[in-house]
Structure formats: structure tokens, C-alpha cells
């Protein structure tokens, strides 16, 4: 009683969602996916998927079979995944003055002398 209301399970059940074949169509889900968001990057992105990923509706049908194959947090989780490497590839693609190290102002602890 004590291990279900911590969500402890039967150590005796296989998930089918878990096991390599399921994996495998996860991930084939997954990168059809956002190969569909990359060829329709110049289409506005009007469709909400979760953290705040916007994609184009063209991509509708690939979300679902993505959502369908994924587990919910795995696909959370890819969400995730893929906007911080998009925004990390737009710092580093970013031609401004921001690229390089940041130059902080020093403090001075002594006077010059003249």
C-alpha cells in the first residue's frame, strides 16, 4: 500500500513504450518532425506545441504522429532540446559585437598619479 502511493509500480511490467523498437519509432517521429519545422522555416509559425515552440501548420501531421510515438516527458523533453540548440546556434551565427568574450568595466582601487 505504502509503495503505490509513492507511484512505485509492479517490478514485473515491461512499458512498451520504452523498449527499443518503441524507442526507435520515437526518434524516427521525432526527427521527421523537426526536419518538417526546418524545411518550413520560412512559413510563420503559427501552431503551439510545448515550451513555447511555435511551428509552421504544415508540420501539424508530423506533431501528432510525434506526439503519438513519444512518452509526454520525452517529448518535453526534445522540445527543450531543440530551442536551446536553435538559440544556441543564432548566438553563435549572430554577426554582432556580441560574439567574443564580454568585457566587464574594472574597477579602479588606486589613483593614477600625474
Known amino acids: 500500500m505504502a509503495e503505490e502511493s509513492h507511484g512505485f509500480t509492479d517490478p514485473g511490467i515491461i512499458h512498451a513504450d520504452v523498449l ?4 526507435e519509432a520515437c526518434y524516427k ?3 521527421a ?5 526546418e524545411k518550413h522555416s520560412d512559413k510563420n509559425p ?7 515552440l511555435l511551428y ?7 506533431r501528432a504522429e510525434f506526439v503519438k510515438h513519444c512518452r509526454a ?12 540548440n536553435k538559440t544556441m546556434q543564432r548566438h553563435l551565427d549572430d ?7 564580454i568585457a566587464l ?4 582601487t588606486f589613483k593614477p598619479t600625474n
Not at 527499443?20 to 524507442?23: D, Q
Not at 518532425?33 to 519545422?37: A, G
Not at 509552421?56 to 508530423?62: G, L, R, V
Not at 516527458?73 to 536551446?84: A, E, G, M
Open 56 to 62: 509552421p501548420a504544415d508540420c501539424k501531421k508530423s
Open 95 to 101: 554577426k554582432d559585437s556580441k560574439r567574443g568574450p
Open 73 to 84: 516527458s520525452w517529448v518535453k523533453h526534445f522540445d527543450r532540446l531543440h530551442c536551446r
Open 33 to 37: 518532425f523537426y526536419d518538417c519545422i
Open 29 to 31: 517521429a521525432r526527427d
Open 105 to 108: 568595466p574594472q574597477p579602479y
Open 46 to 52: 503559427t501552431e503551439i506545441a510545448s515550451v513555447g
Open 20 to 23: 527499443l523498437s518503441a524507442r
